[in-house]
């Protein structure tokens, strides 16, 4: 009884407005606990929506408030506090009606608190049943509002109101049960949002949705009768259910966001020019297109509006919680091999050094370029044809014969003209870079379709707002990368993509440990890896098999028609073959050098050395070029074939197994390459 009496003899003094100095002086000595709190670190997008949240040290979420709706305000002062607006601290008619219900009844009824006290106890972390403890809330919400406007008190309580769990703050509350941003709140949402901190253990919805529905109606109820909603509002509120789940915070761009966090551990928010929307759907595309293609496969993308540089989506793991697909690790950063996504580079510097054009003819046959032998990945070769024709089909020894003339030097100076990480091994770059002997990140090739996009102009591709940049030296002149543009457009699309001109390149690594597709229209570019972030092969794994539907399907879920590509440059040569000035007409390589010593001698057509082959009822169909006929096949050593006038034949053979094939012109002269049959 007499800490009741002490309590109702402070309540009164207060409530009396007795002012003596003694009394300023106390408020003013106070000393008050810390007003700066901690709040989750943000990762927010191009229109400031929440891509990710991470929690405070003591695994909280508590986020800034933001901006909230104000039928939630006005419902929380007209429930907890309606003289908010004009007390100075403590509302003394509530503090004496709080002490008269204690004295009558034996035990506290209701608290009193205003607002402001209960921020006071929300920063102390202090109690709310003994009266000592109210006291100290008392002087400390005085002393507050002395220091601090109505307004930051109030952003402090719905930054620390406690909602269950691990829950601090309205926001935090509103995306966890609500599954929004406290923006615009429906009644009901308000009222059980102003409801929950009461008792937030007992009235959690998720855990106990009956007690949180009852406390919600019970503020419908005084919000109705102080006339801030209507009876017929209040009722139609009422109906609606309590959210029974507490949902995920958002994670979209995790490892993006960790990225951020890391460089820059000191902001609470971090800006960037992504696109939620987008985000989220190709994170979907990721996960799904990854759970199709089998076992510890994850699938990375990168996408940019190529005018500005700005990232619009980045998605660094199928799913980054998955440690059996490295879920960690962000494929759009990691250095790996970019099989045939380079050739476009390649032709756009022949073209633009007067070395080819897209209607010379080159040869695609078995050469030698000192000790390196490239082969096509189908080990076919296709004899003389159009360039334009060989980099849409992606034919490996006419690219290495025009990289052995330009210099492999040139394309990863290009490429790092093109603000590009490129790592060769060893250091010295050698032929096979054509072929994708590098490493380079996806976002970094990406880059560089981005500089072919603007017809040679690279730019810095960025996911910070201001960060993207146009870069200082072209890569080449606009006519020669509008020529690439313009055979890479006229790739046909995967079955069943929607059709467009897309100008697109895929790639595929050595041991099929890497599939890609890189592709842009007029107005964005993106970039799709697969494989397996460990490194390990993926059997069968091609980039158009692969990863050229899902860049597609990029594209789709990006906007619903492909951007125009640009015309051409004026001094673009757009000429047939037999039109282009004479060195234009058919490319020579300077130092390559057929397999055999003499032009003329016979040479195997088919198969290519190496390969290995299916022989349908034990027969291999067999071509040589050049050579005088007739000739002699042998298999093994064996003769398998006379006097062959043509230069195509059958051989029978003895049914899977390692075979030499030999063949022998009139002259004597021969060749022989090896096979596997299965």
Do not use: C
């Amino acid at each position: 009884m007499r800490a009741r009496g002490i309590f109702l003899a402070a309540a009164l003094l207060f409530a009396g407005g007795v002012a003596r100095d003694g009394f300023d002086g106390w408020v003013d000595a106070t000393i008050l606990p810390p007003l700066s709190i901690e709040t989750s670190v943000e990762v927010r997008d191009r229109d400031d929506r929440l891509l990710r949240a991470f929690t405070v040290a003591d695994g909280r979420w508590r986020l800034e408030p933001g901006a909230v709706d104000p039928l939630f305000l006005k419902m929380l002062t007209t429930y907890e506090d309606r003289r908010f607006a004009d007390h100075s601290g403590i509302d003394a008619a509530a503090l004496l009606r709080a002490a008269w219900q204690a004295l009558a009844n034996g035990q506290v009824v209701s608290g009193g608190s205003t607002l402001t006290m209960q921020v006071a106890r929300l920063l102390e972390g202090s109690g709310t049943g003994r009266w000592a403890g109210k006291l100290r809330q008392i002087r400390v919400a005085l002393a507050l509002e002395r220091r601090l406007p109505k307004r930051a008190i109030l952003d402090l309580y719905l930054r620390l109101a406690p909602y269950g769990g691990n829950l601090e703050g309205v926001r935090a509350a509103s995306l966890a049960y609500l599954g929004k941003e406290p923006w615009h709140l429906t009644a009901a949402e308000a009222a059980l949002l102003v409801a929950i901190p009461q008792s937030p253990e007992r009235r959690r919805p998720d855990r106990f949705p009956g007690a949180a529905s009852e406390a919600r109606d019970r503020v419908l109820a005084r919000v109705e009768a102080a006339g801030v909603l209507t009876a017929e509002r209040a009722a139609a509120a009422r109906t609606e259910p309590v959210p029974a789940l507490r949902r995920d915070f958002p994670d979209h761009a995790a490892l993006l966001s960790e990225a951020l966090r890391r460089a820059d551990p000191s902001s609470r928010v971090h800006h960037t020019t992504l696109d939620r929307a987008l985000q989220a759907a190709l994170e979907k595309l990721a996960e799904d297109a990854a759970n199709r293609a089998g076992d510890r496969l994850s699938v990375a993308i990168v996408v940019a509006d190529h005018r500005t540089g700005e990232i619009l989506a980045s998605v660094g793991a199928a799913d980054w919680g998955d440690e059996a697909r490295n879920g960690f690790i962000d494929m759009t950063q990691a250095l790996r091999s970019p099989g045939s996504t380079l050739k476009p580079f390649v032709y756009a510097l022949a073209f633009d050094q007067g070395l080819a054009h897209p209607e010379t003819l080159i040869d695609d046959r078995p050469m030698a370029f000192g000790g390196y032998e490239p082969q096509n990945f189908d080990r076919h070769f296709r004899g003389t044809l159009p360039v334009r024709e060989a980099l849409i089909q992606s034919l490996n020894i006419p690219v290495v014969s025009l990289t052995e003339a330009l210099g492999p030097a040139n394309l990863l100076a290009t490429l790092r003209r093109a603000g590009a990480r490129a790592e060769v091994p060893g250091g010295v770059p050698g032929l096979a870079v054509a072929l994708g002997g590098l490493g380079i990140s996806l976002q970094d090739l990406v880059q560089g379709y981005a500089g072919l996009a603007r017809l040679g102009a690279p730019v810095r591709l960025s996911a910070l707002p201001g960060k993207s940049e146009a870069l200082p030296q072209r890569l080449f002149g606009a006519e020669a990368a509008w020529l690439v543009t313009d055979t890479l457009s006229r790739l046909p699309p995967p079955a069943g993509a929607v059709p467009g001109r897309l100008a697109y390149k895929t790639g595929t690594s050595y041991g099929h440990r890497d599939a890609l597709a890189v592709g842009f229209d007029g107005a964005h570019v993106a970039g799709v890896w697969m494989g397996r972030a460990d490194g390990t092969p993926v059997p069968g794994a091609f980039g158009g098999d692969l990863a050229a539907p899902i860049l597609f399907e990029v594209f789709g879920r990006l906007k619903p028609r492909f951007d125009p590509l640009p015309p051409p440059p004026p001094t673009t040569l757009i000429l047939p073959n037999d039109r282009l000035p004479q060195p234009l007409r058919q490319f020579r390589p300077r130092g390559a050098a057929f397999s055999a010593s003499v032009p003329d001698d016979p040479k195997v057509a088919f198969p290519p050395d190496g390969a290995t082959m299916e022989a349908p009822d034990g027969a291999l169909a067999v071509r040589v070029r050049d050579g005088t006929a007739p000739f002699l096949w042998m298999v093994n050593g064996a003769p398998a074939a006379i006097q062959q006038a043509g230069r195509e034949t059958l051989l029978r053979l003895g049914g899977r197994g390692f075979y030499r094939l030999s063949v022998i012109d009139a002259q004597g002269r021969s060749a022989a390459v090896s096979v596997t049959v299965n």
